[in-house]
């Protein structure tokens, strides 16, 4: 089972304190050993660190960890590898350029044997999870007009995850930047941190925050996950089926669409 | 002007030595303070590091220098700003997928007014080299059938490379990770090593290193770049409109086409 960290927020901000905790999922508080990436956006380029070894190992986690980047959207994943070789090629978040715009994707679940349509965007590694990527991305140039309306795009979105989810299991983190759109086939909770602010302490490392230092009153920081990274706040779990999107920290739409009820998940 | 630097190895082999002297460039010993990035290719993974940030300043550079990141193609450039912004999507080099593997593009010098044609690949930030990258990208899938062959591809590289040093200064870094395309319109170097090795100082730093006891007799590594980084061996200088394509540290094709004298060469 992989996992999953995104952030919105209304305001530049570091993911530093959440990091520590996924961080260290990543071959020590958990078994995803298996490589971990994160891509950060600052307005429209974004940054995209990948690293096929252990996240608690990882002397580019080490810095990012402790180098505070500042940006409005994340988005990272940290590995147990089930489909596709440990290789730098198979490390989420992949990404790709659609309409002027760079589009990250990261994926928990496992969706077997999926193969892309043909089109525009292929698959450079061998995971379930990128030929997914692609055959959205494929089907969005098929269906849609360029820069289409976001509303028309959303749609696009919502039935496609939909569909990914019937065959697997499917939760996944999507931006280009902008919006943030996240799905929940088994997995997904989220908290959102406003004024006032209070401490906070991660379940997976003996560090705590207190994020009124930290911020300023209007700053409104949303952080999405698989599993709260937090023991003493109050996370709202999403349902199965269950899709937001976020843009500035804040819900913009949300919906659920019918998933499949499946007895054992298993994840990349 | 900005600077380049690409390697091009036979075996996974650590850029530290010569990112070290182009890092000092940054912001230090040179005017090229508006961001720098490299991409490293493992395989058909590649890792790209992009900071708007002086390199001789940057955190992430620090780590890249103390960190060996091995690799068997690396393509790498320090930006001074005079198109575009300085911001994250400015900052070189540019990466975008075709045929499954990931391009990437880094340009030296300055084309002014260039806009890509229209096509599949758009530019999401405002330098006129990210213009030049999709316009090749979009001509070659205009151009060509999907995978062609190495030689039919070269030929529409070396067409595109020529008409556009027709229009400006383009000093070109291009690479899938499997071949190394370089094309010299005004300034570009390189170095082999190979054994028997030996001792290198750098120009632009204290800094010395000796080959020999950190290669294998049959490494094989060359170095490309705008300006010789060493001050003690024999750099190879490209003739204007010359292009070399290497692979596995070897020059696998070269040839030259007729590019116009530039009285001042200006970059990006």
């Known amino acids: 089972m992989c996992e999953l960290l995104a952030m919105s927020a209304n305001t530049p901000t570091d993911l ?3 990091f520590t905790g996924l961080r260290r999922r990543g071959g020590e508080a ?3 050993g298996d490589g971990w990436g994160i891509a950060f956006y600052e307005g429209r380029g974004v940054r995209v660190f990948h690293d096929p070894a252990a996240s608690a ?6 810095m990012i ?3 505070p980047i500042k940006s409005e959207v994340a988005v990272g994943h940290i590995r147990q590898a089930n489909v596709g070789r440990v290789a ?3 490390t989420h978040p992949f990404i790709r350029e659609l309409w002027g715009r760079y589009w990250t994707f990261a994926h928990n679940g496992q969706v077997a044997g999926f193969a892309a349509r043909p089109g525009t965007y292929r698959p450079v590694g061998e995971t379930d999870s990128e030929h997914i990527f692609c055959d959205l991305l494929n089907r969005i140039r098929d269906e849609l007009a360029p820069d289409v309306d976001d ?3 959303l749609a696009t979105l919502v039935a496609a995850a939909g569909e990914y989810a019937q065959r697997g299991v499917f939760n996944l983190l999507l931006s280009n930047g902008d919006w943030l759109f996240t799905f929940c086939s088994t997995r997904m909770t989220a908290i959102t941190r406003r004024a006032p602010f209070g401490p906070a302490r991660l379940r997976d490392a003996d560090v705590a925050v207190d994020f009124e230092a930290e ?5 409104v920081v949303s952080v999405i996950t698989t599993e709260p990274l937090t023991s003493d706040e109050r996370w709202d779990t999403y349902q199965p089926g269950e899709w937001r999107v976020w843009q500035q920290g804040e819900i913009t739409a949300r919906g659920t669409v019918p998933v499949p009820e499946l007895a054992h998940p298993t994840g990349d």
């Open 30 to 32: 958990g078994p995803h």
């Open 151 to 153: 509303a028309t795009l």
């Open 65 to 67: 960890e402790s180098h």
């Open 215 to 219: 911020t300023t009153p209007s700053d």
């Open 16 to 18: 530093c304190f959440s």
């Open 88 to 90: 730098l090629e198979n």
């Open 57 to 62: 190992r990882s002397r580019i986690a080490e």
